[in-house]
């Protein structure tokens, strides 16, 4: 029985408890039995994107008529992807729709934060501590994750795409930035005079800026490094890419990058064996007037996205199977379509899941549909998962991660059990 | 900064004399503030900087150059003992040092003599004068470049017909080049086809030249103008009642927002800026409001629309009352109902009806005219939204516990009125001040202190401003040097350290937006934060080194022209009094890589 088989039947027979942490549930066939070569990619839309038309419950009655103009359907210009028959995926999800079918693809749906918060800022910020309702956490679920991760650090062993340091990503453990190009860098820092000049100028600081330039120089080495070496698997597609990384990196990221991020985090991993955890994040999704359905604004920027993890899958190439992606956003929207044909804010939301461990082609959750009276506040689901509990499954089943970890990651949440049950 | 090998420039600096935090006799005397009889008569003990005082410009030079600092310390050796039985953490700061503190804190950095001036001036009449910019002559190279930018000087109805009709052209060629080249549209997202190269070259062009032009307004002002602290509060507000470039036709109001709602407001009243904000078309636009409508409201076309509630949450969440602020989900709905109809333009049918009343004969081919005849008939020449009666909910609403009568426009006024009055509100806009001129995790006895002069002048900014920059809290050298510059502030303040200024902005607008604070571009409404967890990351510090190497080497291009001496500038940066190790770091680099390493240097992150 290999692992997928393992996560399937698990979740098809939902008796077995992911979290059983006997050792031999977790004896791995693929990659070092430390979980070395496991890979994680977390992605977060910031804004809210509106699940309810990513992964759409076109077969609930109501569904139609709470968004009349928006609703997403399969005689539409753009018809909606069915997924099985009650679910279907938004047509611009189509690059992600060979991953559902070879079952790497799967979604929780009504996935959300205990903390009933519409606003942006507080959801983000809780769902990057991973302690929703506590501002006090300063540290990131992601920082506390790579602090105990077995594995050697290496500068670039966990790296956070953009130009700065989100809070799911701060904390006391290294993570380095890398921009949005991901691609060899030009600094004064390559020119060994001015180098050892600045290096004299910032040596013996100790505090977090001294700490930040230590960084910053093997980071920045340790790309210039990878980048430069041989890449066979990519022979083909080498000159392109290098010609849109230098067009992408004379400036800087602009949202026209946005769907290249695929190729060049994939191009990463593939090069540096030591990357074993990415961020990146992507706004504009707070999709309040015209959102359209099919077509229009949210179409807009899901194509982009789903373009780039379509490539991201394809340029891991053999790495998709020790890797995981997690697609996450603050909060849901609202079940019915307010005045203008767009959504306000909400509360749960759909979490996607790809990876050769995922068990998919299924979309999970304790799904309540949506009548008035399953609905939160008669407004937006109820978020009858917690975020916490997808993470954890895949921190502890995908990453290894022990129980006393999950306990450092998501101080007081208790696991409440697998949520891969349909 | 912390290093442990070597002792930083500030514990050297520590002083037998200690300024402010006296407990019991008066909560807040820096004697830099007080004019003789004010310490005799003591009357007005906690709080020496009256409104008056900062009321009348003073601008005069009173004190010769070295007599501030002896006065301050003639005056400490009372004070000091005061202070160590009241604040014993608390650390003093010698006058020198003061004076490059405020300069740090309240510009974007000190040009070279600016110490000397301040010496000069005195403290309290530079303050004084600050607070009242309408006092300074402006920089008339400023002047003349506000002048000049067309964008700042037509009407939101105009810029946004100029965007339409740009909007248009564009759409135009695009299918001119679709039809001539097909396979352009290859890989084309969905709902649009990739533009080609001609679309690119003509008209991709002009739209960013649209941005830029107000870009490089907004930094050519940070860096020359004379009025650093209104410059300063206006990077303030327009963060807290951000709007982004990046949303449609905000690409052409950005600077008329900030020239007309924010800037002329930085100093006023804070019920002031809620208004002009909440009636500005880039923010009406922005948050969505211009389509917040009474259920079942249908356009001319038969379009229904409705409820949006998108702006009056973050009215509240961000604007005023502070995410904590006590609201509720029902409030949000509610307030947006108060909201309904505040909108951009009144629609054609308003439009006609008001220009038949004026006499005026429309006809086919001059609605842009009708259009802009009507804003100048309005209040504010077209600089504000309108409030379309059709489209308001008069129903009864509650808001905060507070009965409002479906009224109209002035239900609007009355909730934004109780929003500002609010002691959330209060706390909150404290709160973030305190952050952002004194420490990333403020003293909360400052907090309150700012609070309280706040509701007690109903949100007079210049009164607590003033409070602030009289408070023990702002002068206790703790935290001096200890925020991090925000990416546009140590980019500004480079320029000014150095002289400088840039020939070529597109460059300097480019770094911002590696650094990660794109110029106008903070995509969400919470607006660019200025703490150090925000901005400080290696990937960030080594960009800054590579653009400090590029100023200092005199080498980049776009630089208008070579920096000035190095020692000049030396003794600009933080009055010259750096660590003993940048110190010795420098004197032993080679004399071109001198200037590099004085502006990549921790002290020069620092302010």
């Not at chain 2, 003061?98 to 303050?127: C, M, S």
Request: charged share 20%.
């Amino acid at each position: 029985m290999n692992r997928r088989d393992f996560l399937k039947i698990a979740a098809a027979s939902s008796m077995v408890n992911l979290f059983g942490f006997h050792p031999g549930a977790l004896a791995f066939n693929t990659g070092k039995p430390d979980g070395t070569s496991k890979k994680l990619i977390v992605i977060l839309l910031r804004g809210g994107v509106d699940g309810l038309n990513v992964v759409a419950p076109y077969g609930d009655n109501r569904y139609s008529s709470l968004r009349p103009s928006i609703a997403l359907s399969k005689s539409e210009k753009a018809p909606l992807l069915d997924l099985d028959g009650y679910f279907g995926l938004h047509p611009a999800m189509a690059p992600l729709i060979s991953c559902w079918q070879n079952k790497t693809l799967a979604f929780v749906h009504d996935c959300g934060s205990p903390d009933p918060t519409r606003s942006h800022f507080d959801a983000q910020d809780y769902m990057e501590s991973g302690v929703p309702g506590q501002k006090s956490v300063s540290t990131g679920w992601i920082n506390r994750l790579v602090g105990q991760m077995p594995t050697k650090h290496t500068p670039l062993q966990a790296i956070s795409v953009g130009p700065v340091l989100p809070r799911i990503c701060s904390g006391p453990t290294t993570i380095a930035t890398v921009s949005r190009a991901i691609a060899k860098n030009k600094s004064v820092m390559d020119r060994p005079m001015i180098a050892s000049s600045f290096e004299d100028l910032y040596s013996g600081l100790n505090d977090d800026v001294g700490r930040a330039f230590a960084e910053g120089v093997a980071a920045h080495t340790a790309i210039n490094e990878v980048m430069d070496s041989p890449d066979a698997s990519m022979s083909g597609k080498n000159d392109e890419m290098s010609r849109e990384q230098k067009v992408a990196n004379a400036g800087a990221p602009t949202p026209k990058a946005y769907n290249k991020f695929g190729m060049q985090l994939s191009n990463l991993f593939r090069k540096d064996p030591t990357v074993q955890v990415a961020f990146a994040d992507f706004g504009g999704w707070d999709t309040h007037i015209r959102q359209g359905a099919g077509q229009g604004q949210l179409a807009q920027h899901l194509a982009p996205l789903a373009q780039g993890l379509g490539d991201l899958v394809t340029g891991l190439g053999p790495l998709y199977k020790d890797t995981t992606i997690l697609v996450m956003s603050e909060f849901g929207r609202t079940a019915k379509e307010n005045g203008n044909g767009g959504t306000d804010h909400g509360h749960g939301n759909v979490m996607w899941l790809l990876g050769g461990d995922i068990p998919g082609g299924k979309v999970y959750g304790k799904w309540g549909g949506l009548a008035s009276s399953a609905l939160h506040e008669d407004r937006d689901l109820p978020a009858s998962t917690d975020f916490r509990t997808v993470i954890s499954a895949v921190l502890g089943e995908h990453m290894n991660v022990s129980k006393a970890g999950l306990n450092t990651i998501f101080p007081g949440f208790s696991y409440p059990g697998n949520p891969f049950v349909s | 900064m912390k290093r442990d090998s070597n002792p930083g420039s500030k514990q050297m600096f520590i002083a037998a004399m200690t300024l402010g935090l006296v407990g019991g006799l008066s909560p807040s005397l820096n004697p830099l503030f007080m004019a003789p009889a004010q310490a005799q008569a003591g009357a007005d003990g906690d709080r020496l900087v009256r409104p008056g005082d900062f009321g009348t410009p003073a601008v005069a030079v009173t004190t010769a150059p070295a007599a501030t600092g002896r006065r301050a310390h003639r005056r400490s050796a009372s004070v000091a003992d005061a202070s160590a039985a009241g604040n014993p953490t608390a650390r003093s700061m010698n006058s020198d040092q003061q004076i490059v503190h405020l300069l740090n804190r309240i510009t974007f950095g000190a040009r070279p003599g600016d110490v000397e001036r301040v010496k000069q001036q005195g403290i309290r009449n530079y303050i004084a004068a600050q607070l009242n910019p309408e006092s300074i002559p402006e920089s008339p190279e400023v002047l003349s470049k506000v002048q000049n930018t067309h964008l700042l000087n037509v009407s939101s109805m105009q810029a946004i017909a100029e965007f339409r009709q740009f909007q248009k052209e564009r759409k135009q060629l695009k299918q001119q080049e679709l039809a001539a080249n097909p396979d352009t549209n290859q890989g084309a997202n969905q709902g649009g086809g990739k533009p080609g190269k001609q679309f690119k070259d003509q008209l991709g062009d002009s739209k960013k030249r649209m941005g830029q032009e107000l870009m490089e307004v907004r930094l050519l002002r940070a860096i020359d103008s004379n009025r650093q602290l209104q410059e300063v509060m206006t990077d303030f507000w327009y963060n807290h009642f951000n709007i982004s470039i990046d949303k449609g036709f905000d690409h052409v109001l950005v600077g008329a927002y900030e020239e007309q709602a924010i800037r002329p407001f930085a100093l006023g009243k804070f019920r002031d800026l809620v208004g002009a904000t909440c009636h500005h078309p880039a923010m009406l636009f922005y948050l969505d409001n211009w389509q917040n409508s009474k259920p079942g409201t249908t356009d001319r076309k038969g379009k229904e629309s409705g409820i949006n509630e998108n702006y009056a949450r973050e009215l509240m969440e961000l604007h005023t009352l502070g995410v904590d602020g006590g609201y509720t989900q029902k409030d949000v709905q509610e307030l947006a109902r108060v909201l309904t109809g505040l909108g951009i333009t009144p629609d054609r049918r308003q439009i006609g009806e008001g220009l038949r009343r004026a006499g005026f004969q429309g006809g086919r081919g001059r609605q842009a005219e009708m259009q802009e005849r009507f804003a100048q008939s309005l209040p504010g020449d077209g600089k504000w939204g309108f409030f379309n009666s059709n489209k308001h909910d008069f129903g009864e609403k509650v808001v905060l516990g507070q009965r409002i009568a479906g009224t109209g426009e002035q239900e609007i006024e009355q909730c934004l009125d109780m929003l500002c009055r609010h002691p959330s509100t209060a706390h909150h806009i404290a709160f973030q001040l305190a952050q952002y001129f004194v420490a990333d995790t403020p003293p909360p006895a400052l907090v309150d202190k700012l609070a309280a002069k706040f509701t007690a002048t109903d949100g007079d900014i210049k009164a607590v401003m003033a409070t602030l920059l009289d408070s023990p809290e702002f002068w206790d050298g703790r935290y001096k040097d200890d925020k991090f510059k925000s990416p546009f502030r140590y980019t500004v303040s480079i320029f000014r350290a150095t002289g400088t200024e840039p020939r070529d902005f597109q460059p300097v607008i480019g770094f911002l937006r590696l650094q990660g604070q794109p110029l106008y571009g903070c995509l969400t409404p919470d607006g660019y934060k200025n703490t150090q967890s925000a901005w400080l990351n290696p990937d960030a510090l080594i960009n800054r080194i590579n653009f400090a190497t590029g100023v200092g080497s005199g080498k980049a291009k776009f630089l208008a022209g070579a920096p000035l001496d190095f020692n000049q500038i030396r003794d600009t940066v933080n009055g010259g009094m750096l660590s003993p190790h940048t110190e010795s770091v420098i004197s032993k680099a080679p004399p071109p890589l001198k200037l590099s390493l004085l502006m990549g240097s921790p002290e020069f992150m620092h302010y």
